[in-house]
């Protein structure tokens, strides 16, 4: 019954900004972690960054520390990913998930997942 809705995407310059989003419906969003994970053709879901329920701590990837932060307002049952800096290599769809708590940067941590989101980074 849970749902995620990334938006947000689309073609942006190296060095440039975006910022994505994720909404959320369907189950009690400020009780569980959520994350961001990123994926191109032919390779596996890879991590990005994670918080908590209550948006008290964050984790990130170390591909992208510094660049992008993750972030979330429960009062809009959204999470963010604000992705500053971008590289050609950021190129690929982004999901947002809802995980059950532990284990944040592993995709088995996460039980529902969005719809994705594509974020071409030209250079």
């Known amino acids: 019954q849970v749902q995620l809705v990334e938006s947000g995407g689309g073609l942006v310059q190296a060095g440039g900004s975006l910022r994505l989003s994720c909404a959320a419906s369907?189950?009690?969003?400020?009780?569980?972690?959520m994350g961001w994970f990123r994926q191109v053709p032919g390779k596996e879901r890879d991590f990005v960054a994670a918080?908590?329920?209550?948006?008290?701590?964050?984790y990130s990837a170390d591909s992208v520390k510094g660049r992008f932060t993750i972030s979330r307002d429960n009062a809009k049952n959204t999470v963010y990913l604000q992705m500053n800096s971008l590289k050609p290599e950021d190129t690929a769809v982004y999901y947002c998930?809802?995980?059950?708590?532990?284990?944040?940067?592993?995709?088995?941590?996460?039980?529902?997942w969005g719809q994705g989101t594509q974020v071409t980074v030209s250079s």
């Open positions: 998930a809802q995980a059950l708590g532990g284990g944040l940067s592993l995709r088995t941590s996460y039980r529902y």
């Open positions: 369907g189950r009690t969003f400020s009780s569980y972690p």
């Open positions: 918080i908590s329920a209550s948006g008290g701590n964050t």
